[in-house]
């Protein structure tokens, strides 16, 4: 019912910035929560960053000051600024759309951070 394109991804230096975006199929102030995911080989996908219909936002501890969620409802896209990215933070990075019917998710893209 809804598709999400994540793009932005890519290879980054530590301290450095990329900016994720998400593009949905649908006027995103129809979707409760949209939020992005992130899973690191060997660990479990976790919650990165999520914004509600409402504005209303929500960040892990560990990305709390450095990543900023926002959005551009005339495009119908959702982003996640990144600064002073850490390796750690490397990952692949999911795009989410959650309504009360079901859950939506993009196909994910690479952010590697590495010197």
């Known amino acids: 019912q809804v598709q999400l394109l994540e793009s932005g991804g890519g290879l980054v230096q530590p301290g450095g910035s990329l900016r994720l975006s998400c593009a949905a199929s649908?006027?995103?102030?129809?979707?409760?929560?949209m939020g992005w995911y992130r899973q690191a080989p060997g660990k479990e996908r976790e919650l990165v960053a999520g914004?509600?219909?409402?504005?209303?936002?929500n960040y892990a501890d560990s990305v709390k000051g450095r990543f900023t969620i926002s959005r551009d409802i005339a495009k119908n896209t959702v982003y996640l600024q990144m600064n002073s990215l850490k390796p750690e933070d490397t990952a692949v990075y999911y795009c989410n759309a959650y309504l009360s019917w079901g859950d939506y998710w993009g196909q994910g893209t690479q952010v590697t951070v590495s010197s």
């Open positions: 649908t006027y995103i102030l129809s979707i409760d929560t």
């Open positions: 914004i509600t219909n409402d504005g209303g936002t």
